[in-house]
Antibody, heavy 119, light 107 residues
């Protein structure tokens, strides 16, 4: 069974850092592109970052560029998001999301991890 | 960035009703359009990709149509379990963008 499980969320002060992790199982992780997508409380979905299967291509939303870093360890079936310089507007549930390359869609989502940026 | 605009923002319908949600892109996106359903407190679930292809396991009462800039998600006969939020998403170009969502309530 396909599973992606996020961890690492929590309460952090403005300007602080947090590292999110996502462990995948039930599929060949190295064959898939992965993304982080977030959802602020009561709001819609916002794409955050993309990483190709071999990490050779990476994209970021303008709202996080220069502050967040996506990475992956295919040997550990893991995806990461290093978040620095956190702001109140980064408060959201962060989802680890598998992307299907051929059909360009997000076909498997984790349960999400909540990041709260507040003093 | 490509802006995705959904309408309506919310709607209330009865079991058995035919329901249509529309999504408009700010520029042409061919058929690079996906639809997701999200239940409260849960992660989104892929319903339809490439504008009209039903994801495996999704009931056939869901259908998608459109190309270019105008798209629609239709539920042919609304069921009680169809409540929740629905989002369209363009995968034509980076950054991928989502519509603001449509909240569907069952009367």
């Amino acid at each position: 069974e396909v599973q992606v499980v996020e961890s690492g969320g929590g309460l952090v002060q403005p300007g602080g850092s947090l590292r999110l992790s996502c462990v995948a199982s039930g599929f060949n992780f190295i064959s898939y592109e992965m993304n982080w997508i977030r959802q602020a409380p009561g709001k819609g979905l916002e794409w955050v970052s993309y990483i190709s299967s071999t990490a050779t291509t990476i994209y970021y939303a303008d709202s996080v560029k220069g502050r967040f870093t996506i990475s992956r360890d295919n040997a550990k079936n893991s995806l990461y998001l290093q978040m620095n310089g956190l702001r109140a507007e980064d408060t959201a549930v962060y989802y680890c999301v598998r992307e299907v390359t051929v059909t360009d869609n997000f076909d498997w989502w984790g349960q999400g991890t909540l990041v709260t940026v507040s003093s | 960035d490509i802006q995705m605009t959904q309408s309506p923002s919310s709607l209330s319908a009865s079991v058995g009703d035919r329901v249509t949600i529309t999504c408009r892109a700010s520029q042409t996106i061919d058929t690079f359009l996906n639809w997701y359903q999200q239940k409260p407190g849960k992660a989104p679930k892929l319903l339809i990709y490439a504008a009209s292809t039903l994801q495996s396991g999704v009931p056939s009462r869901f259908s998608g149509s459109g190309s270019g800039t105008d798209f629609a998600l239709t539920i042919s006969s609304l069921q009680p379990e169809d409540f929740g939020a629905y989002y369209c998403q363009q995968s034509y170009t980076m950054p991928v963008t989502f519509g603001q969502g449509t909240r569907l309530e069952i009367k």
